[in-house]
């Protein structure tokens, strides 16, 4: 059975940082593509990050270009989003995306609040 649990969300103040963490099981991360979304109140849900299937080609949204890093480790089965000079606009649930094997499978989600 897929299954992503994120965590790591919080409180930040602006030019902080947080580090969310994706857990995975029933796949493996480094076979899959996997992505980071984000979804602010009254918005839509947007893709933030993504990493390619085997070799570690990443992407970012203009947005976030330059202040937060993707990376993925395949003995812990795990995914992280690095977020560095978080903005409130990063305010946001932040999601977790594997596609794996021509299905999406997605997390619960995890808050991030950058207010003062």
């Known amino acids: 059975q897929v299954q992503l649990v994120e965590s790591g969300g919080g409180i930040a103040q602006p030019g902080g940082s947080l580090r969310l963490s994706c857990a995975a099981s029933?796949?493996?991360?480094?076979?899959?593509?996997m992505s980071w979304y984000r979804q602010a109140p009254g918005a839509e849900r947007d893709w933030v990050a993504g990493?390619?299937?085997?070799?570690?080609?990443?992407n970012y949204a203009d947005s976030v270009k330059g202040r937060f890093t993707l990376f993925r480790d395949n003995a812990k089965n795990m995914v992280y989003l690095q977020m560095n000079s978080l903005e409130p606009e990063d305010t946001a649930v932040y999601f977790c995306?594997?596609?794996?094997?021509?299905?999406?499978?997605w997390g619960q989600g995890t808050q991030v609040t950058v207010s003062s």
């Open positions: 990493i390619t299937r085997g070799v570690d080609i990443t």
């Open positions: 995306k594997a596609a794996h094997h021509s299905s999406d499978y």
């Open positions: 029933g796949f493996t991360v480094g076979s899959s593509i």
